[in-house]
T-cell receptor
Framework: KQEVTQIPAALSVPEGENLVLNCSFTDSAIYNLQWFRQDPGKGLTSLLLIQSSQREQTSGRLNASLDKSSGRSTLYIAASQPGDSATYLCASILIKAAGNKLTFGGGTRVLVKP | DGGITQSPKYLFRKEGQNVTLSCEQNLNHDAMYWYRQDPGQGLRLIYYSQIVNDFQKGDIAEGYSVSREKKESFPLTVTSAQKNPTAFYLC????????????FGQGTRLTVV
């Protein structure tokens, strides 16, 4: 059974500082790893999808890395802004998972202070 | 605009009542999923469907039912057998295959009154 962990559960940084969010998983036989953002009371917005054959994926100020050998993915957000305040979740799909279902971490709640 | 629409945004249920949450997508995705989100527990899978007229139980299916009569629609019914239904419900869809990106709706918050 895949277990996905995100530590810390909450993070507070001053505006302009780079954010580093961690995601670890126990089974490296995955199709991909996906990062999401969730604002309070809202649904999930997909940020980045890293295929298992990729090492990293970039979109604007966001960069996500994937190291299957160590069971880790990291989401970097450069020059953080107050608008980046949200909960960030990672999720993976095991190759052997029925229905190609996503297994989620518990999320990291981020607060960027002006 | 392509996307996933969940309705209603807020729903109130009386004890012993069945309620149905709507999920519609116009992304032409084969697979659809229902997740439940509770504070401090993350997202848990209720039901999923990979093709029309077929669906499978997820990790917490007891007290819930679904149907998949059309590709674009995957409604979730919360029955009276679900003893603790107050939660945030999220619907997702993706193209067929494990290496594809999943997209989510805006959620329905269900409260028992």
């Amino acid at each position: 059974k895949q277990e996905v962990t995100q530590i810390p559960a909450a993070l507070s940084v001053p505006e302009g500082e780079n954010l580093v969010l961690n995601c670890s998983f126990t089974d490296s036989a995955i199709y991909n790893l996906q990062w999401f953002r969730q604002d309070p009371g809202k649904g999930l917005t997909s940020l980045l999808l890293i295929q298992s054959s990729q090492r990293e994926q970039t979109s604007g100020r966001l960069n996500a890395s994937l190291d299957k050998s160590s069971g880790r993915s990291t989401l970097y957000i450069a020059a953080s802004q107050p608008g980046d305040s949200a909960t960030y979740l990672c999720a993976s799909i095991l190759i052997k998972a029925a229905g190609n279902k996503l297994t989620f971490g518990g999320g990291t709640r981020v607060l960027v202070k002006p | 605009d392509g996307g996933i629409t969940q309705s209603p945004k807020y729903l109130f249920r009386k004890e012993g009542q069945n309620v149905t949450l709507s999920c519609e997508q116009n992304l032409n995705h084969d697979a659809m999923y229902w997740y439940r989100q509770d504070p401090g527990q993350g997202l848990r899978l209720i039901y999923y469907s990979q093709i029309v007229n077929d669906f499978q139980k997820g990790d917490i299916a007891e007290g819930y039912s679904v149907s998949r009569e059309k590709k674009e629609s995957f409604p979730l019914t919360v029955t009276s057998a679900q003893k603790n239904p107050t939660a945030f419900y999220l619907c997702a869809s993706r193209p067929q295959g494990g290496n594809t990106e999943a997209f989510f709706g805006q959620g329905t918050r269900l409260t028992v009154v």
